[in-house]
Nanobody
């Protein structure tokens, strides 16, 4: 059985940094990514990695490009989201997702498995 286990959320001030972790138990995936959902809003794509040309390639939404980075530890089957220069509008529940598909995957329906979510709150 597959589980995605997230950790690292919390309450920080604007401008701070935070790192989220997502460990996949049960199998490895071609694609893993992060989404965010704020109250009353739809789930928003943030960043993901895809397997291409024998390497992992990260890609980001415009809202976080330049502030968020990804790292992947294949030995631990873990994806990290490093967030810096956090803003109050980054507040939300952050979800890790995994897909058996390969490609540029930015929609929630592109993903097959989801973590339980971890809350990030950025105060002004």
């Amino acid at each position: 059985q597959v589980h995605l286990i997230e950790s690292g959320g919390g309450l920080v001030q604007a401008g701070a940094s935070l790192r989220l972790s997502c460990r996949a138990n049960g199998r490895s995936f071609s694609s893993m990514g992060w989404f965010r959902q704020a109250p009353g809003k739809e789930r928003e794509f943030l960043a993901a990695t895809m397997w291409s040309a024998n390497t992992w390639t990260p890609y980001f939404s415009d809202s976080v490009k330049g502030r968020f980075t990804l790292a992947r530890d294949n030995a631990k089957n873990t994806l990290y989201l490093q967030m810096s220069s956090l803003k109050p509008e980054d507040t939300g529940n952050y979800y890790c997702a995994a897909s058996i598909r390969i490609g540029d995957l930015r929609g929630p329906n592109d993903y097959d498995y989801w973590g339980q979510g971890t809350q990030v709150t950025v105060s002004s």
